[in-house]
T-cell receptor, first 113, second 112 residues
């Protein structure tokens, strides 16, 4: 079975540009979450989507947005990139049950110069 | 107070040692608990879920104390391959809503 897939794996952008990251969840998983992980820190929650609806938003500025498509894949968009947006962006999917863990993709490593 | 706090580490131990990681969480309404392992420049991977009664998976034992809001992970007979960062994770809700909250992680280095 395919796991969570993310694209691209690496990306270099300059300040002020925007970026779109993509994610496909594990088949059958309706929940997709996005996390940002900067070096030396644990992943920080950005968004969660379930059945195409936003179910949670972390403490990130409005430059960050996301959406989920009917096939449960998802995009994360970041506008007006700042140097501080350089990080590993992780997508994860999860089953509905209370005790279900997150399953992460390999991540997209974004470098903003 | 941070939502999930872990031992700062790093832990440097010899092969065969027993090592314990501790974690505390601030929200008493937390419902689910996990330990994830993250290798350098890789994505986090689920190591084990943590249940109220405690649970064991081979050399790994996880414990949960809801009254103290405390989670632990014990690794026995450490292997070189156990070297990684261990992330303590809690969740308030089920899969249809909410999010998982990660600690900063504790780095383990197992030496020959």
């Amino acid at each position: 079975d395919a796991g969570v897939t993310q694209s691209p794996t690496h990306l270099i952008k300059t300040r002020g540009q925007h970026v779109t990251l993509r994610c496909s969840p594990i088949s059958g998983h309706k929940s997709v979450s996005w996390y940002q992980q900067v070096l030396g820190q644990g992943p920080q929650f950005i968004f969660q989507y379930y059945e195409k609806e936003e179910r949670g938003r972390g403490n990130f500025p409005d430059r960050f947005s996301a959406r989920q498509f009917p096939n449960y894949s998802s995009e994360l968009n970041v506008n007006a990139l700042l140097l501080g947006d350089s990080a590993l962006y992780l997508c994860a999917s999860r089953q509905d049950s209370l005790r279900s863990p997150l399953h992460f993709g390999n991540g997209t490593r974004l470098t903003v110069t | 107070r941070k939502e999930v706090e872990q031992d700062p580490g790093p832990f440097n131990v010899p092969e065969g040692a027993t090592v314990a990681f501790n974690c505390t969480y601030s929200n008493s309404a937390s419902q689910s608990f996990f330990w994830y392992r993250q290798d350098c420049r890789k994505e986090p991977k689920l190591l084990m879920s943590v249940y109220s009664s405690g649970n064991e998976d081979g050399r790994f034992t996880a414990q949960l104390n809801r009254a103290s809001q405390y989670i632990s992970l014990l690794i026995r007979d450490s292997k070189l391959s156990d070297s990684a960062t261990y992330l303590c994770v809690v969740s308030l809700y089920g899969g249809s809503q909410g999010n998982l909250i990660f600690g900063k992680g504790t780095k383990l280095s197992v030496k020959p």
